[in-house]
Nanobody, 118 residues
């Protein structure tokens, strides 16, 4: 079983920075794909970023160049560093784990709220 707990959500001003954390109950070195998703009010949940066990990173066009996903296997934690935040980044951010890329099994955290406002 994999449990995920997100933290770090806060109220920030446009142009500010924030780092989200996703703590896993077990070793993330055994998990191939770790992802961040987000869902803004009134909108569908969208994919934000992915990191693989092999060290490859992928980003949505809307956050590329501003967000960085990373993992600390020793701490069983995945991070999302968010810089140059925009109003449209306001959303609940969710951590997702897919142990194997060929498996349909996914684990989700409960989310953490990021609000970008003046």
């Amino acid at each position: 079983q994999v449990q995920l707990v997100e933290s770090g959500g806060d109220l920030v001003q446009p142009g500010g920075s924030l780092r989200l954390s996703c703590a896993a109950s077990g070793s993330i070195s055994n998990i191939n794909l770790m992802r961040w998703y987000r869902q803004a009010p009134g909108k569908e949940r969208e994919w934000v970023a992915t990191t693989t066990s092999g060290g490859t990173m992928y980003y949505a066009d809307s956050v590329k160049g501003r967000f960085t996903i990373s993992r600390d296997n020793a701490k069983n934690t995945v991070y999302l560093q968010m810089n140059s935040l925009k109003l449209e980044d306001t959303a609940v951010y969710y951590c997702n784990a897919q142990p194997r890329s060929y498996s349909n099994m996914n684990y989700w955290g409960k989310g953490t709220l990021v609000t970008v406002s003046s």
